[in-house]
C-alpha cells in the first residue's frame, strides 16, 4: 500500500478492511482467537497486533480504528499487554524510528 497510486490504495485498503471483518468474526466474544490464551493464530496476527499501529502512525493511514473494528482493537489491547508478549516486543518508539528510516514519510496521507 505504501507505493501505490490512490486508486491502488483504496482498493487495497478495502481488501484489507475486509479480512480485518473476518478476523473480528473469528475472535467470537473470546479474549484471544483460542479463547482465554494466547494461540498459534495470535502469535501469527502479532503483525496487527502491534506493528501495525506503528505502520499506520508512520504513513498516517488508519486500517485499523476502534470505529471501524471495536472487537479487533480489544484484541489488539490484550495482545500487547500479555505479560508473555509485552517482556519480548521491542520498544514502540525504536520501532516507529526504524519504520520511518526504512520507509520514509509517504508522500500521501489518507
Given at each position: 500500500?505504501?507505493?501505490?497510486?490512490?486508486?491502488?490504495?483504496?482498493?487495497?485498503?478495502?481488501?484489507?478492511?475486509q479480512?480485518?471483518?473476518?478476523?473480528?468474526?473469528?475472535?467470537k466474544?473470546?479474549?484471544f482467537?483460542?479463547?482465554e490464551?494466547?494461540?498459534?493464530?495470535?502469535?501469527?496476527?502479532?503483525?496487527?497486533?502491534?506493528w501495525?499501529?506503528?505502520?499506520?502512525?508512520?504513513?498516517?493511514?488508519?486500517?485499523?480504528?476502534?470505529?471501524?473494528f471495536p472487537?479487533?482493537?480489544?484484541?489488539?489491547?490484550?495482545?500487547?499487554?500479555?505479560?508473555?508478549v509485552?517482556?519480548?516486543?521491542?520498544?514502540?518508539?525504536e520501532?516507529?524510528?526504524?519504520?520511518?528510516?526504512?520507509?520514509?514519510?509517504?508522500?500521501?496521507?489518507?
Open positions: 500500500m505504501w507505493c501505490k497510486d490512490e486508486e491502488e490504495r483504496g482498493k487495497l485498503v478495502e481488501e484489507a478492511s479480512c480485518f471483518i473476518t478476523l473480528e468474526g473469528e475472535l466474544g473470546n479474549k482467537f483460542g479463547g490464551e494466547i494461540g498459534m493464530v495470535d502469535i501469527a496476527a502479532n503483525f496487527i497486533g502491534y501495525l499501529g506503528v505502520v499506520q502512525e508512520v504513513s498516517g493511514m488508519e486500517l485499523v480504528t476502534r470505529d471501524k472487537v479487533l482493537c480489544k484484541w489488539m489491547d490484550e495482545f500487547v499487554e500479555h505479560s508473555v509485552k517482556e519480548t516486543l521491542p520498544p514502540r518508539d520501532l516507529h524510528a526504524e519504520f520511518e528510516a526504512r520507509l520514509g514519510a509517504p508522500s500521501w496521507k489518507y
